[in-house]
């Protein structure tokens, strides 16, 4: 099986930076896409950020000039770097990823989640 392990997350004044990192491990042979999503209390699951593996990246209007996605191939990890933190991005963020397992196919995987909480 994949596993993705988030890490990075925690407390964060308005206005700060947090870098989460999601780190893809087993039986991968490709890795077609990864992204990034957000669960607040009350609220349906939503994407944040995704990159293909070409790069192409993708962002809601919300985060859109304050987030920003990237990879790391070689070390089959994603990263999301945010800046200009609000409150109301306080959510448990899971990284996501499109795997082509060996011997399975193209298999959609979760992280854990790691919580980030904006607050002063």
């Known amino acids: 099986q994949v596993k993705l392990v988030e890490s990075g997350g925690g407390l964060v004044q308005p206005g700060g930076s947090l870098r989460l990192s999601c780190a893809a491990s087993?039986?991968?042979?490709?890795?077609?896409?990864m992204g990034w999503y957000r669960q607040a209390p009350g609220k349906e699951r939503e994407l944040v950020a995704s990159i293909t593996n070409g790069g192409s990246t993708d962002y809601p209007d919300s985060v859109k000039g304050r987030f920003t996605i990237s990879r790391d191939n070689a070390k089959n990890t994603v990263y999301l770097q945010m800046t200009s933190l609000k409150p109301e991005d306080t959510a448990v963020y899971y990284c996501?990823?499109?795997?082509?397992?060996?011997?399975?196919?193209?298999?959609?995987?979760w992280g854990q989640g790691t919580q980030v909480t904006v607050s002063s």
């Open positions: 996501n990823a499109l795997v082509y397992v060996l011997r399975m196919g193209h298999q959609n995987f």
């Open positions: 087993g039986s991968i042979f490709n890795i077609n896409a």
